[in-house]
């Protein structure tokens, strides 16, 4: 498999559920990235990590925890989210976080938060 | 502020025509900037970066930075409806560790 693989595609959860999303990029790129897309705003960065340490977290609100075991996978756990929380999730990987390298991105889980 | 704004549209061109897209940003410690496309209800693909003033092309497409005036823009040449998407602007910051920064996006439609 190639490229930046997420999963689950869907996720709908209550608001006192647990839940993890999951990414893999098969691109032997050194950083990854979660975004969120709403509608009529634009991506917002949430988490950077470059070489499996967490360089950036975008004042991020604790209940969005995020995990990186090595350079390939990425995670985002998920625990009493609110409604608000609905939205795309976006993983992306670059072959480093310089300037000069674009982003892969994944498919995205559409989480809805009911 | 870091910020990269853009125009949502939509645009609608016919096609055959060339289609001009722009973006301009606050922060002049910028660095690169980037142009990604998004089809409804699939994720944003990079279709070109920029890093110096002047014009890149790629085909159909051709970028535009110019770092005094702090736009960019990208011309998409003889436009089809298959180009019809949105298209993401992101440019990378000196002041936000380098992560892309994306405007809200400018829905392009062509019409045949």
């Known amino acids: 498999e190639t490229g930046v693989t997420q999963t689950p595609r869907h996720l709908v959860m209550g608001m006192t559920n647990k839940k993890s999303l999951k990414c893999e990029q098969h691109l032997g790129h050194n950083a990854m990235y979660w975004y969120k897309q709403s509608a009529k705003k634009p991506l917002e960065l949430m988490f950077v990590?470059?070489?499996?340490?967490?360089?950036e977290n975008n004042s991020v609100p604790s209940r969005f925890s995020p995990e990186c075991p090595n350079s390939s996978h990425l995670f985002l756990h998920l625990h009493t989210l609110q409604p608000e929380d609905s939205a795309l999730y976006l993983c992306a990987s670059s072959r480093g976080t310089g300037t000069q390298y674009g982003y892969t991105f994944g498919s995205g889980t559409r989480l809805t938060v009911v | 502020q870091k910020e990269v704004e853009q125009n949502s549209g939509p645009l609608s061109v016919p096609e055959g025509a060339i289609a001009s897209l722009n973006c301009t940003y606050s922060d002049r410690g910028s660095q690169s900037f980037f142009w990604y496309r998004q089809y409804s209800g699939k994720s944003p693909e990079l279709i070109m970066f920029i890093y110096s003033n002047g014009d890149k092309e790629d085909g159909r497409f051709t970028a535009q930075l110019n770092k005094a005036s702090q736009y960019v823009s990208l011309l998409i040449r003889d436009s089809q409806p298959s180009d019809s998407a949105t298209y993401l602007c992101?440019?990378?910051?000196?002041?936000?560790?380098?992560?892309?920064?994306f405007g809200k996006g400018t829905s392009l439609l062509v019409t045949p």
């Open positions: 990590y470059n070489f499996k340490e967490q360089t």
């Open positions: 992101a440019g990378t910051f000196s002041n936000s560790g380098y992560a892309l920064n």
